[in-house]
């Protein structure tokens, strides 16, 4: 049988792709390969060329790239039922609810099931909605992320190119504490007070009507990877409790054991009204949802129905997804691998003065670049180099191009990922970072 790959020449997929395509290659030209094949952390291009994936495919397969057991359970499922519509239940749905709720954090015993993330964060407005009728306002943090349907793009950063605003809803963005950057005089603990203080004011000043929610994630993934100090997220439950809100945590970048916990939630001591979840739990397959309290009110019939958003086979793919994280104890992996490659990052910071932070927890590991430690100045083209030359010697690394400063290299491999490869991505990491302070000190 002839396989697509072989079909398509190297240099033709480019042109081939402008003339099909709707949509530009994300993230732009460089780094942009036809990938034929994926197993665990290692994926191959249509040259025949091996990469170790650092990026999980924009950090989806915590289990790595086609884990057999996941294949097997998808496959069998075909066999059985591909496709049920939202009226009728399938075995494998139910399995799968009782499945992701027996590793949610405590008291979030009720799921909802959708296939992508962003629909699984409109999933969570809406049930916030239904439960507090006559809200009519979703608080957002700055630099947040929370998806590209019309309603998670106006809820994420301000895009730069955002056409779609007439279709968009509108969200309040509030200010977030800043760990590396804090306003100017502050600790962290102090900035984050301060937002505290600002977002209580934008609640009882700033918005006409009742707020419903507000939602945020826990670490910031795209927005630059933003973490908080302890007392933003204490601070921002009690100020739920105090003014009725729901406290949303977005998840779908750090749940499934990113973090070296199931939950960032549980990694920070958060305790949310709602977590939605999404990228690992399907095993390389279309899954997301939104865990909740039984004590809050459940969607009515209509409210919240998509044909395929109960899809069988990525229930089954999702279910043996979940089995295997926790057979696997990856969470344990994320955090053993996540000390092993921060130690090595702090100890590779000593030496090169571009790497202006080290951070993690877990296997949600970056760097910011900057050019100057004292200014924290970034270094958007020292970056894009870095990501550049890995590339060429097979380490495929992250970039953050979406709302902060084009300077951070993202280390975000399958949690399972063997030792070796870790080490070698950090060791071509280390090379290339090396070679580009020398070129750009030039
Ligand atoms: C925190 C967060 N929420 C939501 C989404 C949207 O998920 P999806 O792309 O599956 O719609 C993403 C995707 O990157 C994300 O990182």
Redesign the pocket.
Known sequence: MTHAADTISPGQVAERGRRALLHEPAGGDPGKLTLVRARGSLVWDDQGREYIDCTAQ?WSNNLGANDPRVIAAAEAQLHRITHARPTFHTPVLLELAEAVVAVAPDGLDRVGFTL????A?EMAFKLALRNRPGAQHIITLQDA?????LA?MAASWPHPNNVFGPLQPRFTRVARPDLYRPRAGLTPEADADLCLGLLRDTIDKGIDGEVAAIVY?PIQ??GGHNEYPDNWHRGLRQLCDEYGILLIA?E??TGFGRTGTMWACQYYGIEPDMI?F??GVGGGFPL?GVLAKAEHARFVAGDDQLTFGQFPVAMAAGLATVRAILADDLPARAAEHGHYATRRLLDMQQRHPLIGDVRCPGLMVSLELVRDRQTKEPAPQETTEVFRRALERGVILGESRYGGRGNLIKVKPPLDIERDQLARALDVLEDVIGEVEKEFAR
């Open positions: 924009a992508h993330g962003s629909m964060v992320y929370h998806g590209r349907s998670t994630e993934g795209n977005d779908v970048q939605v999404g990228k997301a």
